[in-house]
């Protein structure tokens, strides 16, 4: 089914390690973006890319890093897990930068847990 | 700066109940409003969306209507089902990027 991938679903960290969240859309969007979902507090922009070879900084993006070498894939990379990284991660993708014209397309999510 | 305020929930029906969650924003030019839900343990789904002042958009028998006048999307459903327990997020569009609503959730009893 065509949409947006994201693996692993669920994974636990120990406080210091790395480890890359992986997003890939099959939809030919241009734009892709990382949330991350905490209790209370909505939805949060980390990063996004509005091309290949793109990228820009979301609302959060301290200890989160990103690479678009092709339109599809998408990486988030955690260098130095900390606790505080403990959320839920959601890769969206849309025709659009601001997807003003059909929304968002999102991922299943990844459920991360860094202890 | 852009934002959306839902209410808060939680919210409890029960199955055949009306149900409406109250969403207004705030925005300086003129954003896409959204309804997304979000069913246990996965990610957002589109529920509807409206691109201008007096649109009307629905699916799934929800309906929001897109009120300039009052900075309004209320999301609306006649009659809930058991099914229709998730979490829903109101949304705005500035041609920008995304604000998103903190989410209300909907637990509808038999």
């Known amino acids: 089914n065509a949409g947006v991938t994201q693996t692993p679903k669920f994974h636990i960290l120990k406080t210091g390690q790395s480890m890359t969240l992986q997003c890939a859309q099959d939809?030919?969007?241009?734009?892709l973006s990382w949330y991350r979902q905490d209790p209370g507090m909505g939805l949060r922009r980390i990063h996004y890319?509005?091309?290949?070879?793109?990228?820009d900084k979301g609302e959060v993006p301290d200890g989160y890093n990103v690479s678009r070498s092709n339109t599809e894939d998408f990486p988030l990379r955690l260098e130095s897990a900390a606790p505080s990284q403990t959320s839920v991660y959601f890769c969206?993708?849309?025709?659009?930068?601001?997807?003003?014209?059909?929304?968002?397309?999102f991922g299943s999510g990844t459920r991360l847990t860094v202890v | 700066g852009d934002s959306v305020t839902q209410m808060e929930g939680p919210v409890t029906l029960s199955e055949e109940a009306c149900l409406t969650i109250?969403?207004?924003?705030?925005?300086?030019?003129?954003?896409?409003l959204f309804w997304y839900v979000q069913y246990p343990g996965e990610g957002l789904q589109l529920l509807l969306k409206?691109?201008?002042?007096?649109d009307k958009g629905s699916n799934k028998g929800f309906e929001a209507t897109y009120r300039k006048e009052t900075t309004s999307f209320h999301l609306e459903k006649g009659s809930v089902q058991v099914s229709d327990s998730a979490v829903y997020f109101c949304a705005l569009s500035d041609g920008n990027q995304f604000y998103f609503g903190t989410g209300t959730s909907l637990t509808v009893i038999p």
């Open positions: 939809m030919n969007h241009g734009y």
């Open positions: 409206a691109t201008k002042a007096d």
């Open positions: 969206a993708s849309s025709y659009s930068k601001g997807g003003a014209d059909y929304g968002y397309t």
């Open positions: 890319s509005v091309a290949a070879g793109i990228t």
């Open positions: 109250n969403c207004t924003y705030t925005a300086t030019g003129y954003p896409s």
